[in-house]
Protein backbone atom coordinates (compact mmCIF):
# COMPACT_ATOMS: atom_id res chain seq x y z
CA UNK A 1 0.00 0.00 0.00
CA UNK A 2 1.43 3.19 -1.09
CA UNK A 3 1.84 5.91 2.03
CA UNK A 4 1.28 9.74 0.69
CA UNK A 5 4.40 12.39 0.26
CA UNK A 6 4.71 13.58 3.95
CA UNK A 7 4.04 10.46 5.43
CA UNK A 8 6.29 8.04 3.43
CA UNK A 9 9.09 10.11 5.57
CA UNK A 10 7.63 8.74 8.46
CA UNK A 11 7.51 5.19 7.83
CA UNK A 12 10.51 5.34 6.55
CA UNK A 13 9.48 4.56 2.69
CA UNK A 14 10.20 6.01 -0.58
CA UNK A 15 10.45 9.40 -0.98
CA UNK A 16 9.17 8.62 -4.78
CA UNK A 17 6.81 6.10 -4.55
CA UNK A 18 5.91 5.51 -0.87
CA UNK A 19 5.38 1.80 -1.49
CA UNK A 20 9.59 0.47 -0.53
CA UNK A 21 11.42 0.46 2.17
CA UNK A 22 14.28 2.34 2.86
CA UNK A 23 16.32 -0.04 5.05
CA UNK A 24 16.63 -3.55 4.83
CA UNK A 25 15.68 -4.44 8.27
CA UNK A 26 12.51 -2.66 9.13
CA UNK A 27 13.34 -2.39 13.04
CA UNK A 28 15.05 0.00 13.85
CA UNK A 29 16.05 -0.95 17.26
CA UNK A 30 17.88 -3.62 15.83
CA UNK A 31 21.32 -2.00 16.29
CA UNK A 32 23.86 -4.14 14.16
CA UNK A 33 21.93 -3.17 10.91
CA UNK A 34 20.63 0.13 12.09
CA UNK A 35 22.23 1.91 9.44
CA UNK A 36 21.77 -0.81 6.69
CA UNK A 37 19.95 0.61 3.53
CA UNK A 38 18.54 -0.56 0.82
CA UNK A 39 20.65 0.27 -2.39
CA UNK A 40 17.51 0.86 -4.59
CA UNK A 41 13.14 0.89 -3.91
CA UNK A 42 11.95 -2.26 -4.91
CA UNK A 43 8.75 -1.10 -6.25
CA UNK A 44 10.27 1.97 -8.30
CA UNK A 45 14.22 1.08 -8.37
CA UNK A 46 14.85 5.11 -7.39
CA UNK A 47 18.69 5.02 -5.94
CA UNK A 48 19.40 5.43 -2.03
CA UNK A 49 22.40 5.62 -2.58
CA UNK A 50 22.91 8.94 -4.51
CA UNK A 51 26.62 9.83 -3.75
CA UNK A 52 29.35 9.28 -1.22
CA UNK A 53 28.83 11.02 1.84
CA UNK A 54 25.39 11.98 0.84
CA UNK A 55 23.91 11.48 4.47
CA UNK A 56 26.62 13.26 6.19
CA UNK A 57 23.64 16.13 5.50
CA UNK A 58 21.72 13.79 7.66
CA UNK A 59 23.36 14.66 10.77
CA UNK A 60 21.89 18.34 10.81
CA UNK A 61 18.60 17.05 10.06
CA UNK A 62 18.73 14.97 13.48
CA UNK A 63 20.17 17.88 15.03
CA UNK A 64 17.39 19.46 14.73
CA UNK A 65 14.71 16.88 15.15
CA UNK A 66 16.52 15.92 18.62
CA UNK A 67 16.71 20.34 19.60
CA UNK A 68 12.57 20.24 18.46
CA UNK A 69 12.14 16.95 20.67
CA UNK A 70 13.70 18.77 23.43
CA UNK A 71 11.97 22.50 23.16
CA UNK A 72 8.56 19.73 23.30
CA UNK A 73 9.42 18.64 26.73
CA UNK A 74 10.29 22.23 28.27
CA UNK A 75 6.55 23.34 28.46
CA UNK A 76 5.63 19.83 30.44
CA UNK A 77 8.90 20.76 32.67
CA UNK A 78 7.79 24.18 32.76
CA UNK A 79 3.83 23.16 33.79
CA UNK A 80 5.23 20.70 36.11
CA UNK A 81 7.52 22.57 37.99
CA UNK A 82 5.82 24.34 40.89
CA UNK A 83 8.21 26.10 42.98
CA UNK A 84 8.74 28.85 40.51
CA UNK A 85 11.72 30.03 43.34
CA UNK A 86 13.73 26.71 42.48
CA UNK A 87 13.41 26.63 38.70
CA UNK A 88 17.05 25.74 38.07
CA UNK A 89 17.59 23.67 40.81
CA UNK A 90 14.88 20.98 39.26
CA UNK A 91 16.73 21.05 35.87
CA UNK A 92 17.97 18.50 36.18
CA UNK A 93 14.77 16.37 35.55
CA UNK A 94 14.21 18.52 32.38
CA UNK A 95 17.94 17.21 31.38
CA UNK A 96 17.58 13.91 32.57
CA UNK A 97 13.70 13.49 30.79
CA UNK A 98 15.39 14.51 27.69
CA UNK A 99 18.52 12.48 27.75
CA UNK A 100 16.44 9.30 28.44
CA UNK A 101 13.95 10.25 25.60
CA UNK A 102 17.10 10.52 23.18
CA UNK A 103 18.69 7.64 24.10
CA UNK A 104 15.24 5.67 23.97
CA UNK A 105 14.96 7.02 20.40
CA UNK A 106 18.15 7.49 18.58
CA UNK A 107 17.72 4.72 16.61
CA UNK A 108 14.28 5.57 15.10
CA UNK A 109 15.89 9.29 15.03
CA UNK A 110 19.40 8.21 13.37
CA UNK A 111 16.48 6.65 10.79
CA UNK A 112 14.17 9.36 10.39
CA UNK A 113 17.42 11.85 9.54
CA UNK A 114 18.40 9.74 6.69
CA UNK A 115 14.89 9.86 5.04
CA UNK A 116 14.46 13.51 5.55
CA UNK A 117 17.77 14.41 3.97
CA UNK A 118 16.59 11.92 1.23
CA UNK A 119 13.09 13.74 0.85
CA UNK A 120 14.48 17.23 0.53
CA UNK A 121 16.70 15.66 -2.77
CA UNK A 122 14.30 13.60 -4.12
CA UNK A 123 10.41 13.80 -5.37
CA UNK A 124 7.30 12.34 -5.09
CA UNK A 125 5.34 11.41 -8.21
CA UNK A 126 2.26 9.91 -7.30
CA UNK A 127 2.42 7.57 -10.10
CA UNK A 128 5.82 6.92 -11.08
CA UNK A 129 6.59 3.77 -13.53
CA UNK A 130 9.15 0.75 -13.16
Not at 106 to 122: E, G, Q, T
Request: with cysteine.
Amino acid sequence: MPVKSRKSVLFLRCPTCGKGSLFKNTNPYALNSVLDMNEHCEYCNEDFEVEPGFYQGGMYMSYIITSAMCLCLLPIYTALNFSREKFLDNAMYYISACAIMLVVTAPYIVRLSRAVWLKIHVKYFKNKES
